[in-house]
């Protein structure tokens, strides 16, 4: 039986910020979080570049409060979460406050080298305004705005994901084991709201391979998850620094309908949990 339980997550992130309010949540909120998915609409986006290692990182909030982040560095891979309608809200305030789209399209100091810079993109209630900036150049309200959107990548930065199999080929009746490395790397814990089901295995054909993780799995042709029910709980997590948690299946290289499968596929790993995502993916060829 298909997994037609939907999990219901909390949306409060605890990280280190001056506004540490616009992560708390009240009770009603927690129930208004599910983990949906991004509608399509993103309304705030800003990039990360530069900076003396070569930073290239992205942070996407959508018009449905879901939030992804993705670290050019591990093609592929992403960490999302999801915001409550207060915290949405807050974020949208803050851009009025400080009258976004009113501001010059660049802000950069000529006298600092090898600085972040930071492409921010507002795209809400008909206005569509985007700002490059560095952090030394910008206006004090445009550092408002680049803060508030730093505080949100804390914790989804600090999370990392990696998808191993025990090997890249696969013949018919034997069995692949896969497993979804979930590590802390930041200097804080990070709390992990999490329900019945904590991660998810899948497989998709190779023609969807160069789709980001998330969408490669909306195609796919086997996931672990597929024929199993889960308990709608909220369950607390906290990975300390430097601490990673480990989750294992196998695969013996069939459909959810039974079938052997045989040729090129890729293969990835999910993290249900807030923050939570996708790694990148794995090729595997099956073979009778």
């Not at 939907?6 to 129930?31: T, W």
């Not at 930065?157 to 497993?179: C, I, N, P, V, Y």
């Not at 299946?249 to 890729?266: I, K, T």
């Amino acid at each position: 039986m298909k997994n037609l339980i939907r999990l219901f997550f909390v949306a409060a992130l605890f990280i280190g910020c001056n506004d540490a309010s616009l992560f708390s949540p009240n009770n009603e909120e927690k129930l208004d979080s599910k983990l949906d998915g991004p509608s399509g609409q993103t309304i705030i986006e800003m990039q990360i570049t530069g900076g003396f290692a070569g930073v290239n990182q992205q942070l996407l909030i959508d018009a449905n409060r879901f939030v992804q982040f993705i670290d050019r560095r591990a093609p592929g891979g992403q960490i999302e979460t999801v915001l409550t309608t207060e915290e949405l809200n807050r974020l949208l305030k803050v851009f009025v406050e400080k009258d976004f789209v009113h501001m010059k399209p660049q802000y950069f100091d000529p006298n600092v080298a090898d600085a972040f810079n930071y492409r921010v993109i507002y795209r809400y209630s008909g206005a569509n305004k985007q700002v490059d900036t560095d952090y030394f150049g910008a206006p004090a309200e445009l550092r408002v705005i680049v803060d508030h959107l730093l505080n949100l990548t804390k914790p989804l930065g600090g999370l990392t994901l990696e998808f191993k199999t025990s090997a890249d080929q696969l013949r018919h009746g034997e069995k692949l084991t896969l497993a979804l490395t979930a590590t802390n790397r930041s200097a804080t814990p990070i709390t992990l709201q999490t329900g019945g089901q904590k991660y998810d295995f899948f497989a998709v054909a190779t023609a969807v391979a160069g789709l980001t993780s998330r969408v490669a799995a909306q195609s796919l042709l086997w996931n672990w998850a597929y024929d199993k029910a889960f308990i709608a709980i909220v369950i607390e997590e906290t990975l300390q620094p430097g601490e990673s948690r480990t989750h294992t299946a196998e695969w013996d290289g069939r459909s959810n309908q039974g079938e052997l499968l045989e040729g090129e596929f890729m293969l990835g790993a999910r993290l249900v949990a807030q923050p939570g995502g996708y790694s990148a993916l794995r090729k595997v060829v099956v073979t009778p």
